[in-house]
């Protein structure tokens, strides 16, 4: 059964940094908003880049991105997935990501994962001609990599 994305994009006319996941998981569905499984470690990685507090409500999660000229989406508008395992996703249709690049001057382009990488590469980098800047996925099941080594790779998402 296909699912459509149920997340609005987060940005703003200061956006300049725009960081995509692959589709949002189970819990953040259920929530309705970005990397919502308490295990997922976004949020902290980007709280501490920025030495703000944990956020722990939806609003304090948009502040903390907005207030920092960051914007948040996913790379896949709609497609077949069992649970929130990125391995099974098919059927693949991907979000317009124009309607960002219109209001926005956008100057980088993050994916967090591979799985994101993979469909940015094959339908969002030919219309928008931006590479993007792959770092290693937040998710819980990339447990090899420690909160630390994390912290150091999304550190280019400062922008300093």
């Keep these: ?45 980007i709280s501490h880049l920025f030495n703000e507090e944990l956020p722990l409500s939806i609003e304090d999660k948009k502040e903390l991105i907005l207030n920092n000229n960051l914007g948040l989406w996913d790379v896949i508008g709609s497609c077949e997935i069992t649970g929130s395992s990125d391995s099974s996703i098919k059927n693949v249709k991907a979000n317009d990501l124009g309607i960002i690049f219109e209001k926005c001057n956008i100057e980088t382009v993050f994916v967090n994962g591979k799985t994101a990488e993979k469909y940015y590469v094959k339908y969002i980098e030919p219309k928008i001609k931006i590479k993007a800047v792959c770092l ?9 990599w420690s909160f630390e080594r994390l912290f150091k790779a999304w550190s280019v998402v400062k922008g300093e």
């Design 136 to 144: 290693p996925s937040t998710s819980p099941a990339n447990a090899a």
């Design 1 to 45: 059964m296909q699912i459509i994305h149920p997340i609005e994009p987060l940005y703003n006319c200061h956006t300049k940094r725009l960081i995509l996941g692959s589709f949002p998981s189970v819990k953040s569905r259920e929530q309705s908003f970005f990397y919502g499984h308490p295990q997922n470690r976004f949020w902290r990685i």
